[in-house]
């Protein structure tokens, strides 16, 4: 329990670092216009967000399925598939755009919210669906 409770703080630390960097290079950007956008930084900005976000969420679930705030039965939507494969595909059209956006920092931004957003839905529905 306390491991899952942890981890769930690390998961927000990766999320909230990885908001603060693409700030960061979009204030350098910003700056200097002809500066030379670093894509691997960026991928890795959207890696840090979704695998955090995935993180923080899904180590909730387990905390509270190990402590018995939850049952520990797998949570069984008939669209569980389906719904793993759209959120899936968003969250790989989000990592590609965020390295790949050459346009204003607002709409980055908004992707870099969106893959955040998607990640924290995929680790409360993925550890949710696990149990027995």
């Known amino acids: 329990q306390t491991v899952a409770a942890f981890h769930s703080l690390v998961g927000l630390a ?8 693409y700030l ?11 500066v030379e956008i670093d894509t691997v930084r960026l991928a ?9 976000g995935i993180t923080t969420t899904g180590s909730i679930i387990a905390f509270a399925k190990l402590s018995a705030m939850l049952s520990s039965a797998p949570l069984r939507l008939p ?3 389906p719904l793993n494969l ?3 595909l ?16 607002c709409t980055g931004l908004l992707v ?3 893959v955040t ?3 924290l839905v995929m680790g409360l529905h993925m550890v949710h669906s696990i149990g027995g």
């Open 24 to 34: 960061e290079v979009m204030a350098e950007r910003e700056e200097d216009p002809l």
């Open 112 to 114: 870099l919210g969106g």
């Open 14 to 21: 990766a999320v909230l670092t990885a908001v603060a960097d």
């Open 44 to 52: 890795a900005v959207g890696l840090a967000a979704a695998i955090g």
């Open 86 to 88: 759209v959120m899936a």
């Open 117 to 119: 957003l998607v990640s």
């Open 79 to 81: 669209i569980r598939d």
């Open 90 to 105: 968003a969250l790989l059209a989000g990592l590609v755009y965020i390295p790949l956006d050459v346009g204003e920092p």
